[in-house]
T-cell receptor, first 111, second 113 residues
Framework: GQQLNQSPQSMFIQEGEDVSMNCTSS?????WLWYKQDPGEGPVLLIA?????ELTSNGRLTAQFGITRKDSFLNISASIPSDVGIYFC???????????FGKGTRLSVIA | DTAVSQTPKYLVTQMGNDKSIKCEQN?????MYWYKQDSKKFLKIMFS???????INETVPNRFSPKSPDKAHLNLHINSLELGDSAVYFC????????????FGEGSRLTVL
């Protein structure tokens, strides 16, 4: 089945630093999504990408759909304490296959 | 108004018991899902329903039985609970079975003792 490799597994950064995380798949995807999960909450959609090469921003967050359609990255600029949480990539190929999630990147921000 | 709501938020029960988790969405979506999140935070799809019809069943033990009385509700019933069933169960919904953008509930933490 489809697999997503998300890295890094965890990050500890200083407040104000930029963050980058990425996801790679073993097959071509036509949708990439990035979610954030706060403790005790459900994942919340941050950015959705539907075209190869697409670069989309949401405030301090920027995500790109890789040209090969097998990868995506998420950047967070000027991190703040409330950026703490688990970030998940998710993707799917065509048809009715289910959305597949990466194993998450746990972000800790040190003030 | 909560878009996707699940109840209960916490559930503690003994092995062998039967329990249910309920989910409702008010987004007007026609597809709903159940995901299981284990202790390592890995999210795995269990079921998907589109307009009350089961479209995805990802090799989940038949002790788990989803029921969708209408497209706004998807309940999960679990029989003969086992220790390994302890996890957080998330309900989600999307517009269309392609599941492009899923909206999740807050989760139901099930602890089996």
């Amino acid at each position: 089945g489809q697999q997503l490799n998300q890295s890094p597994q965890s990050m500890f950064i200083q407040e104000g630093e930029d963050v980058s995380m990425n996801c790679t798949s073993s097959s071509i995807f036509n949708t990439w999504l990035w979610y954030k999960q706060d403790p005790g909450e459900g994942p919340v959609l941050l950015i959705a990408l539907y075209k190869a090469g697409e670069l989309t921003s949401n405030g301090r967050l920027t995500a790109q759909f890789g040209i090969t359609r097998k990868d995506s990255f998420l950047n967070i600029s000027a991190s703040i304490p409330s950026d703490v949480g688990i970030y998940f990539c998710a993707g799917r190929n065509s048809g009715n296959t289910p959305l597949v999630f990466g194993k998450g990147t746990r972000l800790s921000v040190i003030a | 108004d909560t878009a996707v709501s699940q109840t209960p938020k916490y559930l503690v029960t003994q092995m062998g018991n039967d329990k249910s988790i309920k989910c409702e969405q008010n987004l007007g979506h026609d597809t709903m899902y159940w995901y299981k999140q284990d202790s390592k935070k890995f999210l795995k799809i269990m079921f998907s329903y589109n307009n009350k019809e089961l479209i995805i069943n990802e090799t989940v033990p038949n002790r788990f039985s989803p029921k969708s009385p209408d497209k706004a509700h998807l309940n999960l019933h679990i029989n003969s609970l086992e220790l390994g069933d302890s996890a957080v169960y998330f309900c989600a919904s999307s517009q269309g079975p392609r599941g492009g953008e899923l909206f999740f509930g807050e989760g139901s933490r099930l602890t089996v003792l």
